[in-house]
């Protein structure tokens, strides 16, 4: 044992990693290590910046050393759709991988199957942290991208009275709402700032993760004293530039640390087949994103 009390590094330890670009805000290696750390289990997790055009290379090199899974984080999530041997159900209703578990099958074949545990995770920190009721709630989505995909379909879903999409791109802020049309009819979805008020603006760009961002709210276009609630999926920094405007508009706040926890916990049961041990894992995010 280490002084830590995980189990040391041998041949016989099992690793997980996440992928993605940009990758050094990570918070999910301590999370992880500290569930594993928790269970006595001898794995160890592990954070990588892939480039998007090695990110099939990346899935195979990691499958062929034997790990036992992987996340995917921006902007990696729509790639890795195609570049998996089957979809989870989850994976197919969402149209994005989040997480890859690597199983072997009894020929002593290695198969790579997809998952989503962000959708579910996105709706549950709403509920938990802002303590909001998303039925019949309207809805500003900023982001077009696999998050922003995910949590779109997601909120339709949970039958939102209305959902509007601003994306930097209107095309594909269009397309995601033709998807909504498709899948979920009655659900008013436009592309575009509403004139009125809404309950929710929730962030699924990655402005923000870099210090010099600017915010992805055009308060020209739209006010956040015309919101009641600001939920940014960034968790590093804690309080982006959105954030810290939100609050001083008088808006109930807060970053992706609840999203990160239970797609993270999700994960770790997919991979382990054990109950996530989800305090630990908080008080590990804590600590990590808020220093305490």
């Known amino acids: 044992m280490s002084q830590s009390g995980q189990p040391e590094i041998n041949a016989a330890t099992r690793l997980c990693a996440v992928f993605g670009s940009p990758i050094a805000h990570s918070a999910s290696p301590a999370m992880h290590n500290?569930?594993?750390?928790?269970?006595?289990?001898?794995?160890?997790?592990?954070?990588?910046e892939v480039n998007p055009k090695n990110l099939r290379a990346a899935i195979e090199g990691?499958?062929?050393?034997?790990?036992?899974?992987?996340?995917?984080?921006?902007?990696?999530?729509?790639?890795?759709v195609e570049m998996v041997d089957e979809l989870n159900e989850s994976a197919r209703k969402w149209g994005a991988v989040n997480t890859i578990k690597f199983e072997t099958g009894k020929s002593g074949k290695i198969s790579t199957r997809g998952f989503n545990t962000d959708a579910d995770a996105i709706t549950q920190s709403l509920r938990e942290d802002l303590k909001l009721k998303l039925h019949g709630a309207k809805v500003i989505l900023l982001g077009a991208g696999g998050a922003g995909r995910t949590a779109a379909l997601k909120l339709a879903s949970e039958k939102v009275a209305e959902l509007f999409l601003v994306n930097r791109t209107r095309s594909k802020a269009e397309k995601i709402a033709g998807e909504i049309k498709k899948q979920f009819?009655?659900?008013?979805?436009?592309?575009?700032?509403?004139?009125?008020?809404?309950?929710?603006?929730?962030?699924a760009t990655s402005l923000g993760l870099k210090p010099?961002?600017?915010?992805?709210?055009?308060?020209?276009?739209?006010?956040?004293?015309q919101t009641r609630a600001v939920y940014d999926m960034i968790y590093r920094p804690a309080e982006t530039k959105l954030l810290v405007a939100a609050k001083k508009s008088g808006c109930k706040t807060a970053n992706g640390l609840g999203m990160l926890l239970r797609q993270g916990a999700a994960a770790f049961e997919i991979w382990t087949g054990k109950p996530a041990p989800l305090d630990v894992m908080r008080r590990a995010l804590e600590e990590s994103i808020y220093g305490h």
């Open 34 to 48: 500290a569930a594993f750390e928790k269970l006595g289990l001898n794995w160890r997790y592990l954070a990588f």
């Open 185 to 203: 009819p009655s659900i008013k979805t436009s592309v575009g700032f509403p004139k009125a008020n809404v309950d929710l603006i929730l962030n």
């Open 62 to 80: 990691a499958k062929a050393m034997n790990f036992a899974g992987i996340n995917l984080t921006v902007p990696h999530k729509l790639l890795a």
């Open 212 to 225: 010099g961002d600017a915010s992805p709210l055009d308060e020209r276009q739209f006010s956040l004293k």
